[in-house]
Structure formats: structure tokens, C-alpha cells
């Protein structure tokens, strides 16, 4: 878990780290003696870079993905929690109050809560009981008429699917690449950085310019990886917005 200044820290040692290696390179290996080489470099460094791009395009990609789901789950958690609360009006009385309550209560306790406690990469346990209650309460109501049924059956519908959302939040919240997959980004970044480093280019200023933004790119999107990997950590993360939105629809 990185923040802001963090990011920014580990980009610019990066930067500094990679230009102090071409011009130590240069001083002790000066590029008019590798660019006999430069066939053999060349060919290593178009390998090296067309592999490492497809990997790293995959798996900024996965993270991306993982993002936007463990995002969209958030808001279908919360989406569920509204419809419990609406339906709650068409229970008897007692279980309409008790169920509107804890309904409100979860809200407060995702946000004041839960998204504290994954951001401090610990698992929740309040809202778990909670949503315990809310099925107590769903399951002690005795229908008397159709209508109240009715409710009761799209109420069970909606709290399932609240339970099913809550849990996937948690798993997502738990989630990180492998430490295989880091070894391979990080190496393949530090081999393909070399690599372009060993080019004996004519131009010094025109290398250095190159090299300089070829670690960059690389860092930056290592970075983002990072970020992006932990939905509910960082600097980037999945808001509580869509349960924010629904603790003021339920105050209405």
C-alpha cells in the first residue's frame, strides 16, 4: 500500500538510480566500445521489450479489471441494502422499524467501519452482525396478507444478495498479485532497463533522453499496478460514495 508522496519518492530515486548507472556505465564501458555490440543488443533489447510490454499491458489490465468489479460490487452491496430498506414498508410493523434501523446502522458502519478497517488491511466484523440481525429479523416476521409476503420473499431475495455482495467485498479487499507475479514485473523491468542501457548510441544526449523515459514509463506503470492492485488501499481505491448515497436516501 503506497501513498501519493510515496509513489512520487520511488518514481524519482528510480529516475535518479537509472541515470547514475548510464553514466557510470558510459565512464567505465564508454559507448564507443559497445556499439560494436549494438547488433547483438539490439536484437536482445526488441525481444526483451516487445515481451516485457505484453506482460505489463496484461497485467495492468487484470488489476484494472479486478477494480472496476470489486467498484461495481460495492455499488450492487449498497443498491442491495436500499431495496432491503424499501421493502422493509411492507412488513408488519415491528419488523418494519427493527429492519429499517439496522438497515440505516449498516449503512453507518460500512462507511464509519468497514472501509477504515480494509484500508488498514483488516477484515471487518460489525457490519457481519449486522447483516446476522437482519436476518433475524426477516425471519421472525409472520405474513398475514399477500402483500406482506410479498415483501417478505423480495426482501429474503434482496438481503442474499446483500450477504453474497459483502462477502466478495471482503475477498477483494484481501486480494494481491502473487509475489511470482511482482518477481516477474520487477525483473523483467530491471533486465529490460539494462538492456537499453548497454546501447551504444552515437548521440549521448539522445540516449540518456531515451533511457530517462524508458524507466519512467516502466515505473510509472509498476506504480499504478501497485496502486490498483489493492482496491481498498492507497491513494486509489474504491470509494464508499454509492453508501453514502444510501445512508441519504434512507434518512429521507
Not at 4 to 9: C, D, E, G, P, S
Amino acid at each position: 500500500m503506497l501513498t501519493l508522496t510515496q509513489n512520487i519518492v520511488i518514481l524519482v530515486v528510480t529516475m535518479i538510480c537509472s541515470m547514475l548507472f548510464l553514466a557510470l556505465l558510459n565512464r567505465y564501458w564508454p559507448r564507443e566500445s559497445r556499439t560494436i555490440h549494438n547488433d547483438l543488443i539490439g536484437w536482445q533489447l526488441g525481444i526483451l521489450g516487445t515481451t516485457y510490454a505484453v506482460i505489463l499491458g496484461f497485467m495492468l489490465y487484470t488489476v484494472w479489471t479486478n477494480f472496476g468489479e470489486a467498484n461495481l460490487n460495492a455499488d450492487l452491496e449498497a443498491n442491495s441494502l436500499r431495496n432491503v430498506y424499501r421493502l422493509a414498508e411492507g412488513l408488519p410493523t415491528p419488523q418494519r422499524i427493527l429492519l429499517e434501523q439496522q438497515a440505516r446502522a449498516y449503512a453507518d458502519t460500512v462507511i464509519n467501519h468497514d472501509w477504515p478497517e480494509m484500508h488498514g488491511s483488516q477484515l471487518p466484523e460489525e457490519s457481519h452482525l449486522l447483516n446476522r440481525d437482519m436476518w433475524k429479523t426477516l425471519m421472525s416476521v409472520k405474513a398475514a396478507s399477500p402483500s406482506e409476503l410479498l415483501a417478505e420473499d423480495h426482501a429474503i431475495t434482496e438481503l442474499s444478495a446483500l450477504t453474497e455482495h459483502r462477502r466478495t467485498r471482503l475477498q477483494q479487499s484481501v486480494y494481491r498479485l502473487p509475489t511470482i507475479f511482482w518477481a516477474v514485473l520487477l525483473v523483467g523491468g530491471l533486465v529490460t532497463i539494462l538492456s537499453a542501457s548497454l546501447f551504444g548510441a552515437a548521440n549521448r544526449t539522445l540516449h540518456a533522453v531515451q533511457v530517462f523515459c524508458f524507466t519512467m514509463l516502466i515505473t510509472l506503470v509498476l506504480l499504478a499496478i501497485a496502486d490498483v492492485n489493492l482496491p481498498f488501499r492507497g491513494w486509489v481505491h474504491v470509494s464508499d460514495f454509492a453508501f453514502q448515497r444510501a445512508q441519504q436516501n434512507m434518512s429521507d
